[in-house]
């Protein structure tokens, strides 16, 4: 089984530190990049060819809606999960505005949800 190698982006080092935490954890997924803005995601997108970006919503210069939006135009393929202490009605919103895959609350974050939209892909 191929690793599924996953870019995360998050302005706040906690929050990369949580995400980085809960990859790690998961067998068969792997880190490749961290970015802490939307276009410092697309600049290490570039380079690293994850399979899958965990996109914090609120983040400096371009969000992460238009971040996901300018990441799935470049590489249709890149699955993006958003991240957000938003409610899970407000995800269902970013996700249709952005094209991502899903959305979770970063409370909820964990292996199985980092499972479940991937095997949902």
Do not use: C
Not at 13 to 35: C, D, Q, W
Not at 101 to 118: Q, S
């Amino acid at each position: 089984m191929a690793v599924v190698r996953v870019l995360l982006v998050d302005d706040q080092e906690p929050y990369l530190r949580a995400m980085n935490a809960v990859v790690e954890e998961t067998p068969g997924f792997e880190v490749v990049g961290r970015a802490v803005s939307g276009e410092e995601s697309l600049e290490v997108a570039a380079v690293t060819f994850p399979h899958l970006v965990l996109m914090d919503v609120n983040l400096p210069g371009i969000d992460g809606l238009e971040s996901t939006r300018r990441l799935r135009n470049l590489h249709p393929a890149i699955v993006v999960l958003l991240l957000s202490t938003y409610d899970d009605e407000a995800g269902e919103s970013f996700v249709a505005e952005s094209g991502a895959a899903g959305y979770v609350t970063k409370a909820a974050f964990g292996p199985d949800r980092l499972e479940a939209v991937w095997s949902g892909s």
